[in-house]
């Protein structure tokens, strides 16, 4: 449990906040960018737990929105090869330190900047391919597994459905049922190594509000503000956080 100062419960609502409109209004692809945050002030196993419940309170306020309008195929072959992808993040978790988990997390937030702004690279990933259901089992394998060490699940998933030629609002109502899935698996393994408790969900109760208030301005700006221009704004945060946490974790 981090120690409730005025920073940290500022940052911690300019994250979960953040995380809602990302996830109910943008896809899952950013989301993680409040685990980033956050793991700049605390050690990155409070900060990925503190943030899973809020994650699944999202899911579930961003359901009603968007259902029905995913492609079932799609998000099944997800969570199909997703589940074994998060026993793997349990394992991995149990074997490095928080210096490690900073380097991982930092790569994967700068990583995701480079591969969103390599746009002859994103073109190659969406074009369809034959083994679909392959890559559908694989992408869910890496997004279960990086989405469990830093709910960051959402950039193997859309390599993915990017070549399913979904509509926006098919793309986003499934990655709201698979990372809806996804969170809640996650939630066991968190509990048993000891990161969620008491305290951490006493802290969530506190902030619910603030990442339903961001489900509800990301349900309503998923038809209003263009990606362009919230996804500008989480490769600033995600560069500059992922930086600093790869040289935390070297230093």
Same mark, same amino acid.
């Given at each position: 449990? *981090? ?42 196993? @409070? ?42 993040? $349990? ?36 074009? *369809?391919?034959?083994?679909?259901? @392959? ?6 394998? @890496? ?15 859309? @390599? ?38 008491? $305290? ?14 961001? $489900? ?36």
């Amino acid at each position: 449990m *981090p120690e409730i100062t005025v920073m940290f419960f500022l940052v911690a609502v300019l994250a979960v906040t953040f995380a809602g409109v990302s996830k109910a209004g943008f896809g899952s692809g950013a989301a993680f960018a409040s685990s980033s945050i956050l793991a700049l002030i605390v050690e990155p196993g @409070v900060a990925l737990a503190f943030m899973l419940p809020l994650l699944m309170l999202i899911d579930v306020a961003s359901l009603r929105p968007y259902w029905g309008r995913w492609r079932m195929r799609e998000l099944l072959l997800l969570i199909v090869g997703g589940l074994p992808g998060v026993l793997l993040g $349990a394992v991995f978790y149990r074997s490095v330190d928080a210096d490690a988990m900073r380097i991982l997390i930092g790569v994967i937030s700068v990583g995701f900047v480079a591969w969103q702004l390599s746009g002859h690279l994103r073109a190659r990933l969406a074009e *369809p391919r034959e083994n679909a259901d @392959v890559t559908g089992l694989l992408a869910g394998l @890496v997004a279960g597994f990086t989405s469990f060490v830093s709910h960051a699940g959402g950039p193997p998933a859309a @390599v993915y459905l990017l070549g399913r030629k979904m509509t926006k609002t098919e793309y986003q109502a499934s990655t709201v049922l698979v990372f809806g899935v996804l969170n809640m698996a996650k939630f066991v393994p968190y509990a048993m190594l000891g990161l969620v408790t008491p $305290a951490s969900l006493t802290l969530d109760l506190m902030l619910a509000p603030f990442a339903l208030l961001g $489900a509800w301005i990301g349900v309503r700006l998923h038809h209003r503000v263009s990606e362009p221009l919230f996804f500008g704004l989480t490769y600033v945060l995600l560069l500059a956080t992922g930086t600093k946490l790869i040289w935390d974790g070297l230093t």
